[in-house]
T-cell receptor, first 115, second 115 residues
């Protein structure tokens, strides 16, 4: 069975500092990997995804994540965070058969950016 | 292009009652998935539908059911409500079809409170 572990439940960081949110997954099959962001009282928004090809994927707002198959990780990074990045971040996995239709989520990491 | 619409946004029900939640996917999307989000269990997959057929089902009791109509709109039903069913219920619709690359778009959710 697939599972996702987000190693930090809360990450406090100062504005303009770098941040890394860690995600490890467990799966015996080929996977697709996703990061979603959730703002209070909102649904989930896709931040970035790895389906195939280059192992480094980037979002339009400066986040990036690297798929590391040997370490079964998909950590999310941003070199300089803003107050507006304060939100909860979820790592998710789906197997290549389901193609994203059935997502298994980690428990979430609450990112708190302080001025 | 309108996003995923979930109705109602908020709902209060009494233990033992039943409830129906509705999800209208993005126009042209034929796949819909449902998730339950609670502080203790996080985001858990409920079920997935494609062209009116259930493709996957999560590990929930039979009190949780769903269906999809010919216009791709989906409903989920919870019978004999329990206090533990209080949660944010999220619906996602998907681009593409199973077997091809897909991306999930989430609605804002229905906040169900069971008293």
């Amino acid at each position: 069975a697939q599972s996702v572990t987000q190693l930090d439940s809360q990450v406090p960081v100062f504005e303009e500092a770098p941040v890394e949110l860690r995600c490890n997954y467990s799966s015996s099959v080929s996977v697709y990997l996703f990061w979603y962001v959730q703002y209070p009282n909102q649904g989930l928004q896709l931040l970035l995804k790895y389906l195939s090809g280059s192992t480094l994927v980037e979002s339009i707002n400066g986040f990036e994540a690297e798929f590391n198959k040997s370490q079964t990780s998909f950590h999310l990074r941003k070199p300089s965070v803003h107050i507006s990045d304060t939100a909860e971040y979820f790592c998710a996995v789906s197997d290549s058969y389901n193609q994203g239709g059935k997502l298994i989520f980690g428990q979430g990491t609450e990112l708190s950016v302080k001025p | 292009k309108a996003g995923v619409t979930q109705t109602p946004r908020y709902l209060i029900k009494t233990r033992g009652q039943q409830v129906t939640l509705s999800c209208s996917p993005i126009s042209g999307h034929r796949s819909v998935s449902w998730y339950q989000q609670t502080p203790g269990q996080g985001l858990q997959f409920l079920f997935e539908y494609f062209s009116e057929t259930q493709r996957n089902k999560g590990n929930f009791p039979g009190r949780f059911s769903g269906r999809q109509f010919s216009n791709s709109r989906s409903e989920m039903n919870v019978s004999t409500l329990e206090l533990g069913d209080s949660a944010l219920y999220l619906c996602a619709s998907f681009t593409g079809t199973p077997g091809l690359n897909t991306e999930a778009f989430f609605g804002q959710g229905t906040r169900l409170t069971v008293v």
